[in-house]
């Protein structure tokens, strides 16, 4: 699977440049740790869910562990940026071959206050029947996705040269707005 590629608009393939998998289910984190910690050069990182905003969106190492490194992502901030996104309309690229009950997941939780010592707290809480696979995969895909410190004007100018295009200089055309300045 590392080494699969996905259909892409500019080319014909494109592969995956990081990931992290899930290692917080207390069931398969031995085999996650052996799968990822030889793979950490090729960006295939073992991480786990922290709740709060307390290690921001990039996933923050933590020491080492049975021979490789366990990262942390800070799952309410990136599922709050996500769900701020979605809400207010702005562009996340699905595929159109994703059925139904994968977007059901991606929807699987709720943004809740709650009040402890008199402090606001705001967590996500599942929603009763729900699974969240789909939500998970999209949180630690954008955490990875931090960790890839990429040019992505380059990468689309390479991705169109490669197929011969010649519309890589070409951008899409931007409105101004007479306020901002």
């Known amino acids: 699977m590392l080494q699969w590629g996905w259909k892409h608009a500019l080319r014909d393939t494109i592969g995956l440049d990081a990931s992290i998998v899930d290692s917080s289910d207390g069931k398969t984190m031995e085999r996650v740790y052996a799968f990822c910690f030889p793979r950490l050069r090729l960006k295939i990182m ?19 562990r049975r021979g490789g490194r366990l990262h942390m992502v800070a799952v309410e901030g990136i599922k709050s940026h996500l769900i701020a996104r979605l809400s207010r309309g702005h562009t996340i690229r699905f595929s ?16 809740v206050v709650r009040y402890s010592r008199g402090q606001q707290t705001r967590l996500f809480e599942r929603i009763p029947g ?15 996705r931090q960790l890839v410190h990429a040019n992505w004007l380059r990468r689309r100018d390479h991705l169109c040269q490669v197929e011969g295009r010649s519309d890589a200089g070409k951008s899409n055309r931007v409105i101004r707005s007479s306020w901002m300045v």
């Open 46 to 64: 073992a991480g786990k869910g922290v709740a709060g905003n307390r290690h921001g969106w990039k996933p923050q190492r933590h020491g080492q």
């Open 96 to 111: 159109k071959d994703l059925p139904l009950v994968w977007f059901e997941q991606l929807a699987s939780e709720c943004l």
């Open 130 to 144: 729900r699974e969240a696979e789909a939500l998970d995969c999209v949180v630690y895909g954008f955490a990875a």
